[in-house]
């Protein structure tokens, strides 16, 4: 998809916050550190439109982007940084589970993993979170351009594995660095927003 616009909206705090326009929306998670930042600004086309922090656990709200006045990304916090206090990590909580129970404007998760490495208990988590409220998910594998391409089908047999990955799910390889993965994965946002279109009631399956 070609993208003509793109912008940060707003950090968002509460569902008061949240854009009233209506817009379909595509929530971003993943673990500190994993690369969220970088694939907003590589999908967006903007070079440090999403603040890439060298402190994990930053952010702590939930953060707007709208592409082309179409759709918006929203970026959540990272998880599974110890240091982050514990206090703040329960208003996360709430502040997520909320929203990605609540939110009628949003149409499914990204939660991105490492390639390198096997799912941690918080990537699990978190795609059995969505599994239980029913949301389906995108799976996208950063960090591609780290290890061989020859070794892409082992590493993704791991994540499929410790996830469970079920149903329509799927799992895309990613490069910030060299776009690898960018045209896929923009092709799976914009059938899935067409599938959620089409849908009679146009709300998440339940």
Known sequence: MKVTSSEFVISAVGPKQ????????????????VGKSSLLNKMMNR???????????KTQTLNYFRV??????VDFPGYGYAKVAKTIKEQWGKMIEGYLKNREQLRFV???????????KDD??????????GIPTVVVATKGDKIARGRWMQHLKVIRQDLNLRGDDSIIVFS???GQGKDELWGEIMRRLRAANDQPDNENPS
Request: with cysteine; aromatic share 8%.
């Open 18 to 33: 949240y854009p009233e326009d209506g817009l379909p929306e595509v929530a971003l998670v993943g673990r500190s550190n």
């Open 47 to 57: 070079k440090g439109l999403a603040r890439i922090s060298s402190r994990p656990g």
């Open 68 to 73: 082309n006045q179409m759709l918006y990304f």
């Open 110 to 120: 990204i939660q991105l993993v490492d390639i390198r490495h096997a799912p941690s």
């Open 124 to 133: 699990v988590a978190m795609y059995e979170w969505c599994k239980q409220i």
């Open 176 to 178: 910030s660095e060299t």
